[in-house]
């Protein structure tokens, strides 16, 4: 499967991340991307060995890891909530998704 655009391996620095400092003044410069947690507390523990009434946050099995790593490697490229949130649902299926992320995600503009 092909990543978003925007996510794609490109020749030269990535795209200075829509949610970083130069667009919200407020945030400091070294503060942690909180994407990387915001994903792992909205996706299931769906990877293999992984306990499926829990988030993906709290499992450390090694699809759970490899996962995880997909996801910081495209919210380090540039990708936003919604381009890492339909990567996965297209990849893995909305059942990665927790109940709340499915109910939230299905309130969504199309």
């Given at each position: 499967?092909?990543?978003?655009?925007?996510?794609?391996?490109?020749?030269?620095?990535?795209?200075?991340?829509?949610?970083?400092?130069?667009?919200?003044?407020?945030?400091?410069?070294?503060?942690?991307?909180?994407?990387?947690?915001?994903?792992?507390?909205?996706?299931?523990?769906?990877?293999?060995?992984?306990?499926?009434?829990?988030?993906?946050?709290?499992?450390?099995?090694?699809?759970?890891?490899?996962?995880?790593?997909?996801?910081n490697s495209m919210v380090e490229k540039g990708a936003g909530p919604r381009q890492v949130f339909?990567?996965?649902?297209?990849?893995?299926?909305?059942?990665?998704?927790?109940?709340?992320?499915?109910?939230?995600?299905?309130?969504?503009?199309?």
């Amino acid at each position: 499967m092909r990543l978003p655009p925007m996510v794609e391996e490109s020749q030269g620095e990535p795209p200075a991340s829509p949610h970083g400092v130069e667009r919200n003044p407020t945030v400091q410069e070294n503060a942690p991307n909180m994407g990387h947690s915001m994903f792992e507390q909205a996706l299931a523990g769906f990877p293999s060995g992984c306990d499926k009434n829990k988030t993906l946050a709290v499992c450390e099995t090694p699809a759970a890891l490899a996962v995880k790593a997909e996801i910081n490697s495209m919210v380090e490229k540039g990708a936003g909530p919604r381009q890492v949130f339909d990567y996965i649902v297209n990849k893995y299926g909305v059942n990665a998704l927790t109940k709340e992320a499915q109910r939230i995600r299905s309130m969504r503009a199309k």
